[in-house]
């Protein structure tokens, strides 16, 4: 028994991928967010996609590049405030964008990466957040029914990887990546680091292999990566 | 038997292997195959058996038994191994089988007044597993075929059962029912008939032999 | 008032400062405090804020401010941040606002049709910290109250406040409403009734100051 | 800033609780039990527990030991073969035993730690171990409602901890113990080893401090944590 070799290169990664195309991008902020396939799933050049991320970055970085090119319709995040381009294409009518409390976007995503249909909670029960969606009473408790949420492909960054898939992330660019990197179809994990299989032990592995359908090796870092704005 | 099930495993599949007959399976798999063995109780990447003076009592699978590790083996949690399961990341499992109906619904968990520990993980890796494949022997100890019509006991879950290992053949669960589709050395398609309660298609020609 | 609100740090607690004002609380704690800062974005023990050329590019606050850490932080994912901040395990959150109502509503992710960039995790914070204060400017920069008899704009969670910091005052909200606790150094308790937008209890005797 | 410390002992930790206590013990058979707390918890003599726990141990073990001493009244548990006094003691109805599909009992734990009313899943919709519970039809598909499970206390078995709590684990011994050491009001765990704050590095760490209350350091291992039957 030996596991299999899951590094390839992000052309290889990204194909196949077609317009329509729900996106899970990792990050919170710079940290964790996979810049470089960002880039290229810029260049693939796919319209009309949906984005799940924590926020939208900010401009001239990360998803704005998708947002500025027009390839994004729909926008499924927690909060937006660093980016002004994505709060005047969501006031414009530009892009359609479907706010979650931060947590709960998290846990919905965990649910699906779960194989779950969804979860009951009472955060935002009495906010706009939560208007329209169904309701179950529990034990005598009205609870919201967030349903679980699913991508075609997951955009991972990963500080190493091994080439079955192993995944380790470090510091606050953990984040929504491991989440992400349970819950799509496709998962890809680009990672500054590709370390030979063992090299990762057991017990230090974020993200299991299982999980990973891809792996791309990234070469010296983009400034991106490093940038602050603030 | 457990030889020929080992063959169903493909490589790069991520594969569990039930508690019983189906552990065994991992003795027979080329140790040069890209597989990775999962085990319910939080280990993807299962290594050879181990003897046990060099058992790590840490290191167990979900039947309780040592198992080792390979290079890129992980740990994780129920919940994360489970996630596995239900999100569709295994891509085959292998369960034993107390019954199976024509329509692949599988019972492995519970003889009413009998035999009741619980389901375990059996649910699940039957519900959400992408193959699921049963190892089992053709007749119960009292000769009776658990290869039937519809399921008697309570049900581990409905129409899951692809293909079942048994001691006399290999069997597919198609939509038209059970099909013969081999034979175990020595044993004729008429004595699988007669020891399956259900109808069962023969193919057409010479059926192969494992 | 940032300095006066650190002291409401006790030892022992798991605390999140939210973005904005909140989070220079970190600067006025004793380096001695046993305190277990939390941000939502995955670390447990925030340590000292740490001059730019010593950042880490990986190591920021929900604010996205460079942090350091302390001997026994603890990285996790987005989910067990907010499960910490769900199950009860945040003793307290400091948080901004734009309207507090005398009920302990809280307003502070959304001025429709003007600022609308999502609740990020404030509403968690708000609505399961066991203890929620806030720190504010007493009015917003019309001069308006930012506390009132009832929150115009949308709410983040109802009745969570539980003691105001502003400029001027130190504020409960107790059952009967708000209730005046400390002034600011120079501040007159007629002063701030005239900025609150609703009733204020007075205490007896003399008013402490801050 | 600095952490506080949790570090004490099996008595300090386990004083006050009463007779009726929801009590949820970490461990996949032998691996992650923890043997040292459960011995305490059985000298305590407590009454009328709720025992959650993946399985019931072996005949002589774990907390085999709680139910020979007719502690318990209530196994929520996925399976228990392994153990014939807890399936002869549920058959005569000494104990009431709930039993769940292994991943939907973790999944209800980590939703109690999660701070979560339930899960909604497809898992056992056609047995009988989802009879009784309710249904809520969520994209046309019919699902079960799983509410969250809460303990009192939870009982963790660790290899390393610091004194804040921040906990690892080693191989398969991680199992349930990072899911209820989430999930209960009073977290306690047995650790292998207590090193010094800071030796266990952020990113190593299982489970997070702030959610446990009480660290406490283990002798040398009994035999129990090394048994095997089979």
Redesign the interface.
Known sequence: MRLADKSTTMQEALSGLGDGATVMVGGFGVPGTPFTLIRDLVRLGLRNLTVIKNDANETGMGIDHLLASGQVTRLITTHIGLNPRAIEMMNSGAIEVEFNAQGILAERIRAGGAGLGGILTDIGEETELTAGKPRIEIAGKRLVVETALRADVALIHAERADPFGNLRYVATARNFNPLMAMAADRVIAEAERIVPLGDLAGDDVHTPGPFVDHVVALGPLSEEYAVVRR | MVARAAREIA??M?VNLGIGLPTKV?DH?D??????????????????TLP?EC????????G???VS??????????????????????DLTMLGAFEVSQSGDLANWKIPGRF??????G??LA??ARRVVVLTTHTDRAGNPKLKDTCTL?????GCVARIFTDMAVIDVTPAGFALIELAHGVSAAEVCAATGAALALPRGDIPTF
């Not at chain 2, 195959?33 to 290594?47: D, K, M, P």
């Not at chain 2, 058992?55 to 979900?62: G, T, V």
């Not at chain 2, 309570?154 to 409905?158: F, Q």
């Open positions: 490589p790069g991520v991992v798999l140790p040069d195959l890209s597989v990775c063995l999962h085990t319910e109780n939080g280990l993807s990447g299962i290594g050879p046990p058992a790590n009592s840490n290191l167990i699978d979900a309780g038994a040592y590790t390979v290079p890129g083996s992980a740990f994780f949690d129920s919940a994360v191994s489970f996630a596995l399961v239900r999100s569709g990341r295994l009741s520990p619980g389901a375990g993980g649910i699940e519900q959400k309570p049900i581990t879950a409905r």
